[in-house]
DNA sequence: GCCAACGTTGGC
DNA sequence: GCCAACGTTGGC
């Protein structure tokens, strides 16, 4: 199957890439939405490409790239009444919750600022430049995430 | 820290 | 199954 790309937000208060950087690979834990569970557990694939995303940041936007190492499996945080992905409603014999494992690709030499991305015409269709979007993954096209990469190598104005 | 937008919950 | 109340996300 073709490589897919996908775009993964994270507050980089609580992991960033360079946490991601250090660690080398890392359960994705903690989803708690119905939308990006269904695609953690069906769609990400092992080898598919992500871009990092920082969200609640200065600046927010694009920090690097991590690859699926991973695919779907139930997000055992669930059953940690010790952790606050904690979810009494997650059974073990029948999972609600699944994450996928990353490992860290790439570190952009700059982040790539989502008012950045706004201003790129063949970006606007990107579920991230639009206005109250709050999927924490989304699928992205192999020239939306080329596009990025070219923007992450450009040295700013 | 504010607040708009959205998802989830729960009473009916 | 509707919808108000509430919680969370995330840009600013």
């Known amino acids: 199957m073709a490589k897919q790309y996908w775009l993964m937000k994270t507050e980089p ?22 939308q990006v569970r269904n695609m953690l557990r069906d769609d990400l694939k092992k080898g598919d490409l992500a871009l990092c995303y920082h969200s609640n940041s200065k600046p927010s936007g694009v920090a690097g790239v991590m690859e699926v ?10 059953w940690d009444k010790k952790s606050k992905y ?5 059974d073990p014999e029948n999972p609600r919750w699944f994450m996928v494992d990353v490992k860290f690709k790439e570190k952009f030499s700059r982040i790539v600022s989502l ?25 992205i096209k192999k020239v939306e995430f080329d596009h990025i990469i070219k923007l992450s190598k450009k040295s700013v104005k």
């Open 13 to 34: 208060t609580v992991f960033s890439i360079d946490d991601l950087m250090e660690v080398k690979s890392e359960p994705w834990e903690g989803i708690r939405n119905y």
């Open 115 to 139: 008012t950045e991305l706004k201003e790129e015409n063949k970006l606007s269709e990107m579920k991230v430049v639009q206005r109250g979007c709050r999927l924490s993954i989304m699928k």
């Open 69 to 78: 190492v991973k695919e779907g499996y139930p997000d055992y945080f669930a």
């Open 86 to 90: 904690f979810d009494i409603k997650s």
